[in-house]
């Protein structure tokens, strides 16, 4: 079991960082903690990251270090988390304008177009964290082979639901945005909606599967 290096963000949150690289089994453990610590009255918000956990107490901690004390001793005995979460399946319009790096990711990897496709749909992927923007999922699962790094410069704007690749994991745009991942497609379900409760389509834990649709 890997222990977090743990570092005071001022008097008020604590930054708990597991050392790389970043493993579901590392994630699981992560959720079971946070799981675990948004119960204790001290704290107002907890947030799971990629590989980090933060704690946000209700007001200035006077001692930090019995805080962080508990932190480690919580890490040490809790378990990770076994729930497998929820599988979705995500639609996905692959290529063409939906998809504009398509063509250079199957450059970059040496496969075709239609191997990159394949590959990229018939993985099961883990959502990890939400960061970046309100439902921006970051997913690993990805086939290392399909590895292909961000672009040097970002787009000012990607539409909403594009699916794309940043370096080693994949992920969906829920907004439009700028970013620099490498659009392979693009989904037509709404990733965030302010007006639905839970506001966000997925969550960390859930399983994920992306399906080829034709336009």
Known sequence: ??????HALGDSALLCNLPPPATLKHQQHIWAVAQASADW??????????NNLMLIFKRPVEDMQTVSERIMQTWRHIHGAQDPGRQIDIPVI????????????????????????ARHSSAEYVVYFLGFMPGFAYMGGL???LATPRHAEPRMSIPAGSVGIG????????????????LLGRTPLA??????????????????RFVPEHA
């Open 143 to 145: 086939d290392p082979l």
């Open 94 to 117: 692959y290529g063409g304008a939906d998809g504009p790096d398509l063509d250079a990711v199957a450059r970059h990897t040496g496969f075709s177009a239609e191997e990159v496709v």
């Open 191 to 208: 990733l965030f909606d302010p007006t639905n409760n839970p506001p966000t389509l997925l969550r960390p834990g859930d399983r994920v």
């Open 1 to 6: 079991m890997q222990l977090p290096h743990l």
């Open 167 to 182: 370096g080693e994991q994949t992920g969906i745009y829920p907004l439009a945005s700028p970013g620099g991942w490498q």
């Open 41 to 50: 009255p001290e704290i107002s918000e907890v947030v799971p990251g990629m």
